[in-house]
């Protein structure tokens, strides 16, 4: 179970969004061992004149950018893990929308287990739930 909440400075396509969430969930799979049912992802568009990059609108620039962040349960990857999936992240979103700004983030969330949870239950509770079985 992985939230993922991208804000996107492009114009709105229904088949990139398509191609994004798709890519997300994957990688989100692939490299963090997430599992795809669980997995939730949001865009939400911002218009490029209310972006910003250094005091400079993004707009009259020939670039987009973005800003991920996704939080995941304390403890789940290694900074390999994380490292090797902002590296992927980044590549694969440039790949559909094109060109972007080297200020486009990724943040990863770590939130505790006993913080956090899915279907009423925390994922501290199924971890221990999990252990009793």
Not at 63 to 89: C, H, P, Q, W
Not at 106 to 128: L, M, P
């Given at each position: 179970?992985?939230?993922?909440?991208?804000?996107?400075?492009?114009?709105?396509?229904?088949?990139?969004?398509?191609?994004?969430?798709?890519?997300?969930?994957?990688?989100?799979?692939?490299?963090?061992?997430?599992k795809r049912e669980l997995t939730a992802v949001c865009i939400e568009y911002v218009a490029p004149e209310q972006w910003y990059i250094g005091g400079i609108q993004l707009g009259p620039q020939p670039?987009?950018?973005?800003?991920?962040?996704?939080?995941?349960?304390?403890?789940?990857?290694?900074?390999?893990?994380?490292?090797?999936?902002?590296?992927?992240?980044?590549?694969?979103?440039?790949?559909?929308?094109?060109?972007?700004?080297?200020?486009?983030?990724?943040?990863?969330?770590?939130?505790?287990?006993?913080?956090?949870?899915?279907?009423?239950?925390?994922?501290?509770?199924?971890?221990?739930?999990?252990?009793?079985?």
């Amino acid at each position: 179970m992985p939230y993922l909440n991208l804000r996107l400075c492009t114009s709105r396509s229904r088949d990139e969004s398509v191609k994004i969430v798709s890519a997300l969930t994957d990688l989100t799979a692939e490299v963090l061992k997430k599992k795809r049912e669980l997995t939730a992802v949001c865009i939400e568009y911002v218009a490029p004149e209310q972006w910003y990059i250094g005091g400079i609108q993004l707009g009259p620039q020939p670039m987009s950018s973005f800003f991920l962040e996704i939080k995941i349960t304390e403890g789940t990857n290694t900074k390999d893990d994380k490292a090797a999936y902002v590296s992927r992240v980044f590549a694969v979103i440039e790949e559909i929308v094109g060109p972007l700004a080297a200020a486009s983030y990724i943040v990863i969330h770590e939130v505790q287990a006993d913080s956090w949870g899915y279907q009423g239950q925390t994922q501290e509770f199924r971890y221990i739930k999990g252990k009793t079985l």
